[in-house]
């Protein structure tokens, strides 16, 4: 399978496809291994995963040059392999306090109950093109914790940086032996749903569907986190300049190609002028990163595919009275890379497909309220909740709103924290998903089983009919 | 739809089938009263179960009377009545100390995170015909604790204690607007899966992988509890004595239509002797609830269907060896009602369907091993693992062949000490189902979905381009 390259539209890359039979053995290598794994002392899982950080570190041009040509963004690229040192740091936080209040014992007077805690032997990642290298690893580091044995599938668009990644897990055997990264398209995907003990999905609806269904039909867990459409509320006494500054970053960083990502903007009409101006004077500063990667601070679009659904929506909403006051009218192709301007649109309502689909863009969508019963209706006329943001003269004001919000997490006066403080979210709402707790102890917790011993220590109590 | 009287084989009993329009009515109405229900007090939801089990208490003969037609079955009919006020106690602690717990804030020097509760709205309690007043309350209590509203679909074998059970919610508005239970078939079961945010579901394989797909579709959460085959291992060292008192109870209580039942039974071959001669002694001892309800203590099979199934596995295992030496050769047909005795088989192997799929049936399998290795081999060597039991000569013993086995819960020195201490299992293992925790604080916790608010206290790590 040949590899579009999205600065430059050519295909420069091939993934080998592994035949079934490969596939099962890696697979039942990965779950003996786990057998000496789940034995392995906590600290000695953090200490492999120290090991590896380090092992990272030395390789870290390599990785990262690799992902910067998966996704065509070198700052991006650069924050992913920066951030592994905190995730790995906060998970082993959260394991080592689940386990520490987790002592799985209970007794009363009558029943002495004790739980085990066992991990799901073989975990899959099936993961998205967004932040490649590091979203996967939000549920493969807790998953590693917890004892289990991890296989990582990347999307297909992004296989590049499995490679150095795989060299990185060399040094540590341990490690190793239990954690793989495998380049693959959707086949392979569909290969794990249907092998492993547990599923974390993250991708589009329709991809989380088909898997949803599969492992509906094998009762194992599965973790989906699929799109959203999320919105911001700018409240009349919100400060113009701090929401129009997050509001920017939250929607252009990673050109919009983010779970994370602000779509949709709902500005009081009082504030409305000002924020405007502020915005457009704001996303006129930013650039492509063009005509090299470190030209400026918007990325190409990844997804040829996508192209197509961005270039839809804008067409789609300028037909029906949208203007674009600032940025691009279409996405643009420049020696084979697709590039969108952070783009802003106004006069845009609900009929239109960029307020109700997800976009994966860096598009500023901006549509005037004028009660906040109003602007509460529009953020949650929506299928999606996966997160949200407000801005309001307080942080109080500002939770006010938020409560009233349908979302897994929302960001008070500011925008997309669950990324910025790599914290994942714990539910979605309604399409976005389904899904508990990456969220501090839960973090591990979900990837361990709980079996239950009870004795009963009054035997009187037994009903038996005889004794 | 006509509804046949399990002792008498009569249809004598109607259920009216709901219209699309009035479903959709009372569903309506769950999730308007749920925005009440929500926002009171956990003592006020207290209190309003307290008053409903004080209703319950007034109307207990008409009740038990209702359950005991649709179960053949007396003892277990006031067992289930009578255990109520211990469910409602046990998660009333349960919910208390989650909530203590889980108080829902988290900062950091650099963030300030709050965690708000979100009951799911409506939840759907699909169930079974075992147990079928009880079973369903072990978690339509918690639900309700949490805030949810709760639609109880019990099977349509058992639907005449309906009637009653909505008579006693009566005085109770606020209760009685949140909690419903609708008669019903696999028809309205399946509507409820389309319909509701929460899936319980307890029954077979085949209707739980059916409502798993349909939920898998819809992204919202579903605990299935379905069926096992759980095994019980007496080693050389155990009390014979001790042990077959339990297990002649685990295998025959409530005729073995439970999922708690003991359905195979692995004998070291030096017990064997005295352990058969023991179990076919009490086995004997036995009798059938015939002819009048109070006769004795095995209630007639309550489903017709799975009548062929027990009589086909008794002629399966006899065409291939396996000894009836005790019971019957078949159920009984006895006035209507089918029966089967506490029924003791031996020679039995794993190449019959009486030691591979579902029984629900008081028949005591025994099966010879020589090693303890052996005996966990065949204890895991089904396609299920609810839970089981093992009798050793110490707990500590025990313990440590329980630990090996491949399912949810482990009974030591004692069989289905689930049932009698009225503790759910917290996970399942293979085919047995899917689910998370009706276990202590899990079992309220389940039924809450996390929404998280982020602040970032330290503004300056937030990772803007402008100020």
Tied chains: 1, 2.
Excluded at 24 to 48: C, F, G, S, V, Y
Excluded at 324 to 331: E, H, L, P, R, Y
Aim: hydrophobic letters at 40%; charged letters at 20%; glycine letters at 6%.
């Amino acid at each position: 399978m040949k590899i579009r390259n999205p600065r430059t539209g050519v295909y420069d890359y091939e993934i080998a496809q592994l035949s079934s039979e490969e596939l099962t053995l890696k697979l039942q290598n990965l779950r003996q291994a786990q057998d000496l794994w789940k034995t392995t002392t906590l600290p000695n899982r953090i200490e492999a995963l120290n090991a590896w950080l380090a092992a990272l570190q030395e390789e870290k041009d390599e990785l990262i040059e690799a992902l910067s040509i998966d996704t065509g963004a070198i700052r991006e690229s650069t924050w992913e392999v920066e951030m592994v040192g905190n995730l790995i740091a906060q998970f082993r936080d959260n394991a080592t306090r689940f386990f520490e209040i987790n002592q799985g014992s209970y007794i009363s007077d009558t029943l002495d109950v004790t739980h085990q805690f066992e991990p799901y032997p073989l975990v899959g990642v099936i993961s998205a093109w967004r932040l490649p290298f590091f979203s996967p690893l939000i549920d493969a580091i807790p998953a590693l914790l917890a004892g289990c044995a991890v296989v990582v599938k990347p999307s297909e668009l992004t296989p590049r940086f499995v490679e150095v990644v795989t060299k990185t897990l060399a040094p540590i055997p341990l490690l190793a032996s239990v954690f793989t990264f495998l380049a693959g398209d959707k086949h392979l995907g569909q290969q794990l749903s249907e092998s492993v003990d547990l599923v974390c999905f993250k991708g589009s609806q329709e991809n989380g569907k088909r898997i949803s269904e599969t492992v509906s039909q094998r009762f194992i867990p599965a973790f989906l986190q699929l799109q959203g459409k999320n919105a911001v509320i700018v409240t009349e006494q919100a400060d113009i300049e701090r929401a129009s500054s997050a509001i920017v970053w939250g929607s252009v960083f990673n050109a919009g190609q983010t779970h994370h990502a602000i779509e949709r903007i709902y500005v009081h009409r009082n504030a409305y002028p000002l924020f405007l101006s502020r915005l457009v004077g704001k996303a006129n500063l930013l650039n492509l990163a063009f005509p090299t990667i470190n030209s400026g601070e918007i990325a190409p679009i990844i997804s040829e595919k996508q192209v197509a659904i961005i270039d839809e929506q804008l067409r789609d909403a300028t037909s029906k009275g949208g203007t674009i006051i600032a940025g691009s009218q279409a996405c643009e192709l420049k020696q084979g890379g697709y590039y969108c301007q952070a783009t802003v649109l106004t006069n845009v309502n609900h009929q239109m497909k960029i307020m109700k689909e997800p976009t994966f863009a860096p598009i500023l969508a901006v549509m005037v309220f004028q009660t906040i019963e109003e602007a509460i209706t529009l953020a949650n006329d929506s299928l999606f909740g996966l997160e949200g943001a407000v801005f309001a003269g307080s942080d109080e004001e500002a939770m006010e709103i938020a409560q009233k919000m349908n979302c897994g997490a929302v960001s008070i006066n500011d925008t997309a924290l669950t990324v910025i403080t790599q914290r994942g979210i714990n539910n979605f709402s309604k399409q976005s998903g389904l899904g508990t707790g990456n969220f501090e102890e839960n973090s591990v917790g979900r990837f361990l089983k709980q079996k239950t011993y009870l004795r009963n220590k009054n035997t009187e109590k037994s009903s038996w009919w005889f004794r």
